[in-house]
Each structure stands twice: as structure tokens, then as C-alpha cells.
T-cell receptor, first 116, second 115 residues
């Protein structure tokens, strides 16, 4: 199993649809993250979960709803999105802060989302 | 002010040559970490190398090395003996102390290796 997997890899949805992105990590980590990567912009952190608890919400609109049922799985539920939400959504995992000096975040391959 | 600055939007390098990708950062923290990631066209962000602010030696990982100049707040990535597979976007990122896990990324450099 590769370290961090994401499904689907590509998603096209209308503004009235509801869809979910899934992330799974097989690295034994306890921190998971959602990032958004838009064209010509730096990666933007959206949410952070530590031991299944949300520890950061980076002023993300409520049309994005994260869920972390356990330390290995992270979901991003999408509803009534806007065309400007089209982007690459990346999931990452790491050991939680304070467990090591490095705490490198390992990323999945991302979901390319297009909102029509 | 930007926390991570990558001034080279794109670079073209001949295969087998060495290449340096620039990164400067801005922080008032004494403890921080610097990361480089590679993003091929497939989209996945691949971790390359890490440098801690207290590390006295420059980090190295195979063909990758990090030229860390703390006083100048720079953390340039050096790739030796470049290969065609090195063509990708490269991102510099920083994690500051302060109780959160946030990584701040630069805008990236698109590296193209020419055969």
C-alpha cells in the first residue's frame, strides 16, 4: 500500500451537487491535513486534525465540511460549491506536533476538482 | 510580506548539470523547519529534504542538498547531476514554532531538464 491515497483522482461536479473526497493513510500517523492548490497560488492549508480532533480551520467556507472518523481516514464533504473552488485538493499526514523534530508531512496524489 | 519567496518561476537546465533552486524565508521564530517538495505533473507532493533551524550541517539526501544560510534566511535546494525525471514543480515550505502544524509554501519553481 502506498503511504497516502486519495479518491477520486478526478471529479467534475455541478454547483448543486454533493460529493465527498476521501483520504487514507497507511503510515501510522495521527495528524491529517487538507490543502487546496489553485492555479498560480501557493498551497493553502484548509483543515488540520490531530488524533481525530480538528485543531485548525483556516477560515474555510462552510460548503467544505471535513470529517475524520479515525486517524487513518479523512473526508472532505462538498456541497453547493462555486466555480472558483475548482482546484487540486491534497491530503497529507504526519506525526502530531511535538513527537519529533521533523514531523514531515506526506502527501497523497490529490483530487482534481472541476466545478461547473 | 511573504513568508516564503521563490524568485524563479521557471528554470531550464541541461541534463547532468547541477541546478540550484532559490528559497528565502521570513520568520521571527528561533525554531523552525524548512522543507522542499517536488510535484510532478501527476500532482503528488513528494518530500525531498528537511533542514531544522538548529541543524549546523546542511541537509543532504542523495542527489539533493540544502544550502542553508541562516543569517541570510535562505534555504536553496541543490540538485546534482540532473536527470530528465527531475522535471517538475519544486516548492519550498516552512513550519514555524508556535504550537501549530501549519506549513507555509512558496509559489514554486518549474524546473525543466533538457536532454
Amino acid at each position: 500500500e502506498t503511504g497516502v491515497t486519495q479518491t477520486p483522482r478526478h471529479l467534475v461536479m455541478g454547483m448543486t451537487n454533493k460529493k465527498s473526497l476521501k483520504c487514507e493513510q497507511h503510515l501510522g500517523h495521527n495528524a491529517m491535513y487538507w490543502y487546496k492548490q489553485s492555479a498560480k497560488k501557493p498551497l493553502e492549508l484548509m483543515f488540520v486534525y490531530n488524533f481525530k480532533e480538528q485543531t485548525e480551520n483556516n477560515s474555510v467556507p462552510s460548503r467544505f465540511s471535513p470529517e475524520c472518523p479515525n486517524s487513518s481516514h479523512l473526508f472532505l464533504h462538498l456541497h453547493t460549491l462555486q466555480p472558483e473552488d475548482s482546484a487540486l485538493y491534497l491530503c497529507a499526514s504526519s506525526q502530531p506536533r511535538g513527537t519529533s523534530d521533523q514531523e514531515t508531512q506526506y502527501f497523497g496524489p490529490g483530487t482534481r476538482l472541476l466545478v461547473l | 510580506a511573504q513568508k516564503i519567496t521563490q524568485t524563479q518561476p521557471g528554470m531550464f537546465v541541461q541534463e547532468k548539470e547541477a541546478v540550484t533552486l532559490d528559497c528565502t524565508y521570513d520568520t521571527s521564530d528561533q525554531s523552525y523547519g524548512l522543507f522542499w517538495y517536488k510535484q510532478p505533473s501527476s500532482g503528488e507532493m513528494i518530500f525531498l529534504i528537511y533542514q531544522g533551524s538548529y541543524d549546523e550541517q546542511n541537509a543532504t539526501e542523495g542527489r539533493y542538498s540544502l544550502n542553508f544560510q541562516k543569517a541570510r534566511k535562505s534555504a536553496n535546494l541543490v540538485i546534482s547531476a540532473s536527470q530528465l525525471g527531475d522535471s517538475a514543480m519544486y516548492f519550498c515550505a516552512m513550519r514555524e514554532s508556535g504550537g501549530n502544524e501549519k506549513l507555509t509554501f512558496g509559489t514554486g519553481t518549474r524546473l525543466t531538464i533538457i536532454p
